[in-house]
């Protein structure tokens, strides 16, 4: 299958500060797709991205579609303590079926 | 407003029981999929459908069978439980329309095989 790099795999930053992670693929992808999952949940969509060099927020998460359709970044702005869990993003290649996940990015935030 | 409804919350089973893990959606999506989640990695995808009556595998499929009689219902059947399947297991659904719709996801069902 194809391999997703994500990275950091964990943070412990300060509340209010600025996060930024990002993942990068072994091939290109069509879709790159941003998940946050809080304990004993699923994991629930932040941001999609369409196109390459895409550049889309949502509130104080900003993401961008890399340009060579490898990479991906998630940028978290004046982080709180809901912000805790663990992220991951989401690849789609041709075959629109089948998406590929990082192995995800805990964040911790102390107060 | 129930989404992607998965049971049970938890199993635990013996070596070589048979479970099948329910996933439910009332959204009426067209693709469905079964993902299992193991500490340190992402989601890995083992089966998926793309309407009912139609299934097809995902990146590790081996020892999970699946079914799509209705377009509601996706249930995933472990015939032989092993411990290597011992992990957590979403199921996830999304519109057929464009196929790069985003998928919501279920919150998961936590299976141990002993």
Redesign the interface.
């Known amino acids: 299958?194809q391999q997703?790099n994500?990275s950091p795999q964990s943070m412990f930053i300060q509340e209010g500060e600025d996060v930024s992670m990002n993942c990068t693929s072994s091939s290109i992808f069509?879709?790159w797709?941003w998940?946050k999952q809080d304990p004993?949940?699923?994991?629930?969509?932040l941001i999609?991205l369409?196109k390459a060099g895409e550049l889309t927020s949502n509130g104080r998460l900003t993401a961008q579609f890399g340009i060579t359709r490898k990479d991906s970044f998630l940028n978290i702005s004046a982080s709180i303590p809901s912000d805790v869990g663990i992220y991951?993003c989401?690849g789609?290649g041709d075959n629109?079926?089948?998406?590929?996940?990082?192995?995800?990015t805990k964040l911790n935030v102390k107060p | 407003n129930a989404g992607v409804t998965q049971t049970p919350k938890f199993q635990v089973l013996k070596t070589g029981q048979s479970m099948t893990l329910q996933c439910a959606q009332d959204m009426n999506h067209e693709y469905m999929s079964w993902y299992r989640q193991d500490p340190g990695m992402g989601l890995r995808l083992i089966h998926y459908s793309v309407g009912a009556g139609i299934t097809d595998q995902g990146e590790v499929p081996n020892g999970y069978n699946v079914s799509r009689s209705t377009t509601e219902d996706f249930p995933l059947r472990l015939l032989s439980a092993a411990p290597s399947q011992t992990s957590v297991y979403f199921c996830a659904s999304r519109s057929g329309q464009g196929g790069n719709q985003p998928q919501h996801f279920g919150d998961g069902t936590r299976l141990s095989i002993l």
Do not use: C, W
Not at chain 1, 40 to 45: F, H, S, T
Not at chain 1, 96 to 104: E, L, R
């Open positions: 299958g997703l994500q069509n879709t797709l998940y004993g949940e699923g994991p629930v969509l999609a369409y991951f989401a789609q629109f079926n089948k998406f590929y996940f990082g192995s995800g």
